[in-house]
């Protein structure tokens, strides 16, 4: 082994242990976060109904394979791309010790983030359990309703789109491709030196989203959202119409089997990967809104963008059957909420010379 190749391999190791030094505060929040959710489940009687187990194999095959393979293939496409001299100083960056610590320390925190899908899925699994049931579901669809001139915003959007092929592009969109946005997003953030000047901000309002959103909003005002409308409250009636016709989709990745799956984990006390029924408020919109936000700081363009998607989510939760229209309208501004507080709070966190998402970037941190 050559002395540079030494050398360069102490430099990794030495900027991997100062990433896992910076992220500390995650991995602390991650335990406790997972503490929190065992004690709520003895404290229901639930004690082994845990889920974190479910999330490990998808997490291996997701954050530890596939994307850090479409990552460094990027990476490679990029050097490959370069001609001359461009080239090699394309290849120096992208194998430089900094993007290879940051990689590395990012795959590692990517393991704090699985702790936490699996302590969210764990409460939200038991959350029914302190009421008996869904108590708001009624009370929230005639709220709803109040603020969309006395009608079911479903029945507005079916008016306009109430097409098979309409149905099966804001599924595929809503079940698919934002889960392949939002957490591409996040192991963009975690593992790329060129977001290091948010990356600190950025994971504490993901955390935010899933724990007061997801859980905490979740369990104060329960309800089941509209597909289980007829379930909790006896009403077949109101929503019937719109279930006939999201039944009608057939395909792996539709609403109406997702739905009846997570009905069937209710109905059985059983535990399923991303299991758990909760409408009120949307961590979807929730989620695109947060990352909405950052590209905002980025440039009105990319803002404009990110919020235009917030729009058609929250849109598409309400013509799937998943939400009410205010469990969007709430997410929004918690989430708006919580940005301006962490900006506020935490706006100077991981600025340092490796790079700043919220600027454009040096030629030092391109990778």
């Not at 100083?89 to 936490?116: D, K, N, P």
């Amino acid at each position: 082994m050559s002395e540079q190749t030494t050398f360069h391999r102490k430099r990794v190791v030495s900027a991997i242990g100062k990433r896992l030094q910076q992220d500390a505060w995650f991995y602390y929040a991650a335990i406790a976060y997972t503490v929190v959710a065992l004690v709520y489940l003895a404290l229901v009687g639930t004690p082994g109904a845990t889920s974190h187990a479910l999330y490990i194999w998808p997490a291996i095959k997701g954050f530890a394979v596939l994307m850090p393979l479409v990552a460094l293939g990027f990476d490679a496409v990029l050097v490959i791309a370069r001609f001359d001299s461009k080239r090699m100083l394309a290849f120096r960056r992208t194998f430089s010790s900094e993007r290879l610590a940051a990689l590395a320390a990012g795959i590692l925190l990517m393991a704090g983030v699985t702790l936490v899908q699996g302590s969210f899925t764990s409460i939200k699994n038991a959350l029914p359990l302190i009421y008996g049931g869904f108590p708001h579901d009624r009370l929230q669809a005639d709220i709803d309703a109040m603020l969309h001139f006395g009608v079911d915003p479903w029945r507005l959007y079916y008016a306009v789109a109430g097409s098979p092929l309409v149905r099966s592009v804001i599924e595929f969109n809503y079940n698919v491709v934002w889960f392949i946005l939002n957490f591409g997003a996040l192991f963009y953030v975690a593992t790329s030196p060129r977001a290091d000047g948010v990356r600190t901000r950025y994971l504490a309002m993901f955390l935010f989203v899933w724990i007061v959103c997801g859980n905490l909003l979740a369990g104060l005002f329960l309800s089941a959202g509209p597909a289980y409308y007829g379930d909790v409250t006896g009403d077949y009636t109101r929503f019937g119409a719109q279930l006939a016709f999201l039944a009608e989709s057939h395909w792996q990745h539709s609403a109406a089997a997702y739905q009846e799956y997570l009905w069937s984990l209710y109905a059985s006390n059983g535990a399923g990967f991303g299991g758990g029924i909760s409408a009120f408020p949307s961590v979807h919109v929730g989620l695109v809104a947060m990352n909405a936000f950052f590209l905002a700081e980025r440039s009105r363009i990319w803002g404009s963008i990110g919020f235009a998607y917030v729009v058609l989510i929250a849109i598409s939760s309400v013509y799937l059957a998943w939400h009410y229209a205010i469990d969007g309208y709430v997410s929004l501004l918690v989430v708006a909420l919580g940005h301006v507080m962490m900006r506020r709070f935490l706006g100077s966190a991981n600025r340092h010379p490796v790079g700043d998402f919220a600027t454009k970037p040096s030629v030092s941190a391109l990778h």
